[in-house]
Structure formats: C-alpha cells, structure tokens
C-alpha cells in the first residue's frame, strides 16, 4: 500500500480542473500559507519551450521575513511524486524541500515545495497570459488581496 504526501501548489496546479488534466489525483486539499516567501514569475523555462521574455512560477524568500504567499495543499498519494518531480522538471529544474506552511485554522503541517534550481533563475520575465488564466480559474482558492495582486502581474505576451 502506497504512502500520502502533502505537496504545495503555488503555480498553475492550484487549479483543481488542471490538477487533474496533468493527470494528477488528491485524496484531500487545503489551503495553506507560506511564511517569508513570495511568489516570482523567474524560473526560466527548459530549453525548447515558452515565449521569449516568459518566467515560470517560482518562490523566492521575501525581504526581512516579511509577508507570505498563498497556495494549495494537496494530500495524495506518493506513487503521484514521479509525476510532480516530472511536471517540475526535478532535479535538473528544480529542487525540492519539505517545509512548514500554515493552514488558516493555524496549524502548522509540513508540505513538499518545488524551488527553481539558482542556475534556473532569470531577470525581468514574466509570466503568460495562458498562466494567468489558469491562476483566475484558481480564484477561489486565494484571498481577495492575493488574487488582486497576483492578477495585476504583466505577462510577456
């Protein structure tokens, strides 16, 4: 019998119905917190794919340990995880860490989190207006201020 992991959606995968079309499956989600983190459109995409100017989503600490960033938690099964790792294009994109997010009952539970290799890492891009869509398909999952925010980030197309 496979094991559960907690994985944390801060990109396009915090849209349920696209969560699904990548073939991914959830047994739970929550929404959650991430302290001291923000989210940057700097991760730039594997060769051969995207636009010129594009930034895939990323995370990036936030000056002073200051604020937070909004996300999806999903509870899955880890026969998922060669999926996640593929979709985030682990190890040779990203990284991965176990970290502390914050559920808005004020529960601290330890999540997966997928971060751009530094190498990966590019100045001025921004995401795509198809990103963007996928992100307002996922509106219900983040606060008014978050979204607001995160709905005024240029696109490069």
Do not use: W
């Amino acid at each position: 019998m496979s094991e559960k992991i907690s994985f944390f959606a801060y990109n396009e995968l915090m849209n349920e119905a696209y969560f699904k079309e990548v073939g991914l499956e959830c047994l739970e989600k929550v929404t959650v917190t991430l302290s001291a983190q923000r989210i940057a459109f700097n991760r730039i995409p594997p060769e051969g794919t995207g636009v010129e100017g594009q930034g895939l989503p990323n995370i990036e600490p936030t000056p002073n340990n200051a604020g937070m960033m909004e996300g999806v938690l999903y509870e899955m099964r880890d026969t998922f995880l060669p999926k996640l790792d593929e979709f985030h294009g682990y190890p040779k994109e990203c990284t991965r860490k176990l970290m502390d997010l914050n559920r808005h009952d004020f529960t601290v539970v330890k999540g997966i989190v997928y971060f751009a290799q530094p190498e990966k890492i590019g100045k001025n891009l921004k995401p795509t207006k198809a990103v963007m869509k996928l992100y307002k398909k996922a509106k219900k999952e983040m606060s008014m201020l978050y979204f607001s925010r995160l709905m005024n980030s240029r696109t490069c197309d």
